[in-house]
């Protein structure tokens, strides 16, 4: 007989099914809008700055003067990571994947908190705020790790400006600041995508900040979630130019092909953070000697749109990021961490919310296995 946990329907990826409740992030695939605690982006893009947003993700409201001084304070951009810290980077970027380096920084701090014992909410949201405070120069250390290069530290308590000083080693304009500013504040929350789940899942254990947030970078590494920029933009790279647009697509598409930054399972329009990064992504190109680049991409979204835009295919976040980046200065195998830099506040607002009203996950699977009872077999008279 059957029993019942052999029987159920399988919600494969867990797609389409609603497993939490939250005030924190909406993202609507129809109307093509991405909401952080009901505003639009693009006003966030247009007048916050990325700490302000991270306040709005984690706290539910836009934050008082006083709230922001005291968040600044809490955060301690200001201390940034210790010697030992960027010699571990250092060396974990030699040997291994960027991801790798992140997510053995966030453990390493993690052993060394005594608050990562606790699982009250108190300590949780203090573990939080300090993980975060410390990604910028975490993210900057294997930037310069990626390249040989040496510490740099920067006394600023600008999440942006700090990033891009320790990265670059030198001031950044102000251009470069509101480039990655944007770039952050559209990156910050979106949804329930894998690597936010991760996290969720860890704390539901009530295990700590650290734990989770070391989830959830393990499982953004992947090219499935983190690394889609990277790939569209060694593509756009291998086409060349826009004249070679039509025919490359046209072929790759013949062959079955997923064209890198097309396509979303939530936004069947025009991706609105797409849309935000393309207009800097032009500005940057023109600026920087990359405007071939930009006009490749743009003639692919052109060939593109035209071939599959009736399916719901247009141009994600990942299609103009890339440019962004690279135009910036940045190698591509910084893309991914810089991901993180913004998600973090997406992971720690979204863990945080779980627990306080927690319940541990737990699906199940489909047993397809023999049910048995088989006959169990000493070793030595099992057949070779
Ligand atoms: C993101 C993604 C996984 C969403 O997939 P999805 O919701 O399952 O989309 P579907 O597979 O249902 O797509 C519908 C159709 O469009 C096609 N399609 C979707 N994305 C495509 C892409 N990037 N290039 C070419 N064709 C694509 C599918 O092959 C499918 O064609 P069919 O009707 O002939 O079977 C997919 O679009 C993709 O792999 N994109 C490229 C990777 C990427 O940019 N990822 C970053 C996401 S932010």
Redesign the pocket.
């Known amino acids: 007989m059957m029993s019942s946990n052999q029987q159920g329907e399988i919600a494969k990826g867990l797609e389409g099914v609603v497993a939490a409740e939250t005030k924190i992030g909406f993202v609507d695939g129809i109307n093509g809008r991405l909401v952080y605690r009901g505003y639009n982006i693009e006003d966030l893009v247009e007048k916050s700055n990325f700490e302000e947003v991270a306040y709005l993700l984690i706290y539910g409201k836009l934050p008082t003067l006083t709230d922001f001084k005291q968040f600044k304070d809490n955060l301690n951009l200001k201390a940034g990571i210790s010697e030992d810290l960027f010699s571990i980077i250092s060396k974990t970027t030699q040997k291994s994947h960027p991801m790798s380096a992140l997510r053995t920084a966030v453990s390493y701090q993690g052993a060394f908190d005594p608050l990562s014992s606790n699982s009250d909410l108190k300590s949780q949201e203090k573990m939080g705020l300090s993980i975060m405070g410390s990604f910028p120069s975490i993210v900057a250390a294997i930037n310069r790790s990626i390249k040989g290069e040496g510490r740099v530290v920067s006394k600023s308590t600008d999440y942006v400006e700090k990033f891009l000083e320790e990265s670059f080693g030198r001031k950044p304009s102000d251009f470069e600041k509101e480039v990655m500013r944007v770039a952050l504040i559209i990156h910050a929350d979106h949804g329930m995508n894998a690597s936010t789940f991760a996290s969720m899942v860890t704390i539901s254990t009530l295990s700590d900040m650290y734990s989770a947030v070391t989830s959830a970078v393990s499982s953004l590494k992947g090219p499935?979630?983190g690394g889609?920029?990277e790939?569209?933009l060694e593509m756009l790279e291998k086409i060349g130019s826009p004249k070679n647009a039509e025919k490359v697509i046209s072929e790759?598409?013949e062959k079955?092909?997923?064209?890198?930054?097309?396509?979303?399972?939530?936004y069947k329009v025009y991706?609105p953070r797409a849309k935000i990064l393309k207009v800097y992504a032009k500005q940057l190109a023109e600026k920087t000697g990359h405007k071939d680049l930009f006009d490749t991409a743009e003639e692919v979204e052109k060939v593109?749109v035209s071939k599959?835009g009736s399916?719901?295919?247009f141009p994600?976040?990942?299609?103009y990021s890339g440019i962004v980046y690279k135009s910036l200065g940045f190698d591509s195998k910084i893309f991914t961490p810089i991901f993180a830099l913004a998600r973090i506040s997406g992971w720690f607002a979204r863990s945080f919310e779980y627990l306080h009203d927690n319940r541990l996950f737990r699906p199940r699977s489909l047993y397809k296995g023999e049910v048995g009872p088989l006959k169990y077999l000493p070793i030595n008279e099992r057949k070779q």
């Open positions: 499935l979630h889609a920029n790939k569209s790759m598409l079955k092909e997923k064209i890198m930054g097309f396509g979303h399972r939530v991706d593109m599959l399916k719901g295919i994600n976040v990942d299609f």
